[in-house]
């Protein structure tokens, strides 16, 4: 389970924030965000149990994935969803051109939501739901279920990206302290995705913790309006309070 926070040409100083918590169990093997080898432009974590990746940025070019609540069936497993991630960000494609080379082949993955963006659009596409469409300018909060479905970290989450880019300079620390947020919501507000109830409880905040999953990391990406590009990862041991951090930025 994952959040995804977008600030897509909301205003001219920050054309492009995304906050992103990457959400696993613990034992799953990954690399953290790094330069990979197959493109030094390419800086990404690595999902070393598939070889994909659930977040990443080159030059201009960005996406994220997460999956989609639902029961899964060994027969759905054909592919990872961090394929997606990794074969757009090392293509050429325009997103529109790339959602649509692949349009033929998403029904071999489970259930995903992919974000795409290469500095001139965002577009979002899901296997379990409408068409690939191309996002206007503007606030947008995905997790586990479809663009802007309105769980309450997602609302939380972008009325709170939305106060942060009212800010003269964007904060690292408050934007990441969005994501870290153990909050869980009251049981009246749960949305029920067929989950049992305490773990729909622990699902609810922006950052989980349980015995076995939890939230492994977090990603702030930004471009500035002199296209100046950062990009930073906080790993996480259980806890929000401590943390390992990897830094970059180039200009694109």
């Not at 959400?23 to 999902?47: H, N, T, V």
């Not at 970290?153 to 690292?172: C, F, N, T, Y």
């Amino acid at each position: 389970m994952c959040l995804i926070l977008i600030a897509h040409q909301f205003n001219k100083q920050t054309p492009l924030l995304v906050l992103a918590n990457r959400d696993e169990f613990y034992d799953r093997p990954a690399k953290e965000a790094a330069p990979w080898d197959e493109c030094s432009e390419l800086i990404a974590g690595q999902d070393l149990a598939s070889g994909g990746c659930w977040f990443g940025a080159r030059g201009l070019r960005w996406a994220s994935v997460t999956n989609v609540r639902e029961d899964m069936k060994p027969s759905d497993r054909h592919r990872s969803r961090g394929w997606l991630v990794r074969d757009y960000l090392l293509s050429n494609d325009s997103p529109q051109d790339f959602l649509s080379k692949i349009a033929n082949q998403i029904g071999a993955y489970p259930g995903f939501n992919l974000l795409a963006g290469n500095g001139q659009g965002l577009w979002y596409c899901s296997n379990r739901g409408p068409v690939a469409q191309r996002l206007d300018p503007g606030i947008y909060g995905l997790s586990n279920h479809l663009i802007d479905t309105p769980w309450p970290k997602v609302k939380r989450g972008k009325e709170a990206v939305r106060e942060l880019m009212s800010q003269p300079q964007i904060d690292h620390d408050k934007a990441f302290a969005i994501l870290t947020d153990t909050t869980q919501v009251a049981d009246a507000d749960l949305p029920e995705t067929g989950i049992p109830l305490e773990w729909e409880r622990s699902l609810s905040a922006a950052f989980i913790r349980t015995q076995d999953y939890g939230t492994r990391c977090s990603t702030l990406l930004m471009r500035t309006a002199g296209s100046n590009h950062f990009f930073v990862e906080r790993r996480f041991a259980v806890s929000p309070e401590s943390w390992e951090e990897s830094r970059f930025s180039w200009t694109a």
